[in-house]
């Protein structure tokens, strides 16, 4: 099984809303990613697991709430959202190594967020 | 910041045309990789090159890296409809201990039939 799953596939929510996005994969990777990607930029970075322990965190605001509860599961809480951050959030998964940053990445189909 | 510059930012050929997108980048790097992606979808892994390589191939994709330039170029041969989509070239920065990867801006293909 080569495959990263997202879950929901579109969220539409308010501001004052709490949800939850979903990612897992059964591939054995022991990295996992949380990236933002706004329409016709690249992804960035939001937050990396690395054998379940947040490894980096790219300054991403507190309504932003990641969690890895195993190795195959990769959570992302979201809560009091603003309207700037629509945007598709895409989850992936790699190898694990000494330097992450050398792995080929499996991402996800993406969760397509719209915030009222 | 250690984000690839890509271009051109967008292009459209015919198919049976080749499709050649360059990046370039900042830092000293141990691999430089290249992504596709279909419109509002995920990213698809395309090939890895080493900074000790030079050129690599994989089907009708050729990628070159000169690492003097801090440049990469992809080339797609014989274009078909379906390779419509956005590539990105990735880069795994000296500047951040090699801990992450940092997509470049993007090149947009359109392949017309």
């Known amino acids: 099984d080569t495959e990263v799953t997202q879950t929901p596939k579109h969220l539409v929510m308010g501001m004052t809303n709490k949800k939850s996005l979903k990612c897992e994969q059964h591939?054995?990777?022991?990295?996992m990613y949380w990236y933002k990607q706004k329409a016709k930029k690249p992804p960035e970075l939001m937050f990396v697991?690395?054998?379940?322990?947040?490894?980096i965190n790219e300054s991403v605001p507190s309504r932003f709430s990641p969690e890895c509860p195993n190795s195959s599961l990769l959570n992302l809480h979201l809560h009091a959202l603003q309207p700037e951050d629509s945007a598709l959030y895409l989850c992936?998964?790699?190898?694990?190594?000494?330097?992450?940053?050398?792995?080929?990445?499996?991402f996800g189909p993406g969760t397509r967020l719209t915030v009222l | 910041s250690q984000q690839g510059e890509e271009d051109p930012q967008a292009l459209s050929i015919q198919e049976g045309e080749n499709a050649t997108m360059n990046c370039s980048y900042k830092?000293?790097?141990?691999?430089l990789q290249w992504y596709r992606q279909n419109s509002g979808r995920g990213l698809v892994h395309l090939i890895l090159?080493?900074?000790?390589?030079r050129e690599k191939h994989s089907g009708r994709l050729r990628v070159t890296l000169d690492t003097s330039k801090k440049s990469s170029s992809l080339l797609i041969t014989a274009s078909r409809a379906a390779d419509t989509a956005s590539y990105f070239c990735?880069?795994?920065?000296?500047?951040?201990?090699?801990?992450?990867?940092?997509f470049g801006t993007g090149t947009r293909l359109l392949v017309s039939p």
């Open positions: 697991y690395s054998y379940e322990k947040l490894s």
């Open positions: 990735a880069t795994d920065g000296m500047d951040t201990g090699f801990q992450k990867l940092v």
């Open positions: 992936a998964s790699s190898r694990g190594t000494t330097n992450p940053g050398t792995d080929t990445q499996y």
């Open positions: 090159i080493r900074s000790n390589e």
């Open positions: 830092t000293s790097i141990n691999n």
């Open positions: 591939m054995g990777h022991r990295a």
